[in-house]
C-alpha cells in the first residue's frame, strides 16, 4: 500500500502545478457580459474582478432600468466566467470534480 504513496503524492503535487497555472490563466482570460440591447456591458477577468462597464446614454435618464440594466450585464458576465472557471479546472484537474476552496 505504501509504495503507491510517492505515486500519489507526484500526482497530487503536478495537479497542484496544473491548478495554479489554470488559476493565473484565469486571471488573464476576459469574458464580456451584456444587457438586452448592449445597453451596458461589463468586461471581467474569469476571476470575478470587473474591468469595464460601457453604459449607453440612452440609459441614463432612467435610473431604475439603468440599475438593472447593470444587474444583468453582470450576471451575464459572470455565468460565462463561472463557465470557463469551471472548463479550465477540469482540464486541470483531469476531469475530477473537486470541490471549491481547497487549499492548493
Known amino acids: 500500500m505504501f509504495k503507491n504513496l510517492g505515486t500519489i503524492m507526484e500526482q497530487a503535487k503536478q495537479m497542484k502545478a496544473r491548478i495554479a497555472d489554470a488559476e493565473q490563466q484565469l486571471n488573464n482570460m476576459f ?6 440591447s448592449d445597453l451596458v456591458v461589463v468586461e471581467m477577468n474569469c476571476k470575478g474582478d470587473v ?3 460601457t453604459i449607453d446614454e440612452k440609459t ?3 435610473k431604475d432600468m439603468l440599475e438593472e440594466l ?10 460565462q ?7 479550465k479546472m477540469k482540464q486541470a484537474t483531469g476531469g475530477l470534480d473537486l470541490p471549491a476552496g481547497l487549499p492548493f
Open 60 to 62: 441614463l435618464a432612467d
Open 31 to 36: 469574458v464580456v457580459g451584456k444587457s438586452p
Open 81 to 87: 466566467a463561472n463557465e470557463k472557471t469551471s472548463e
Open 51 to 53: 474591468c469595464k462597464i
Open 70 to 79: 447593470i444587474v444583468i450585464a453582470l450576471r451575464d458576465a459572470k455565468s
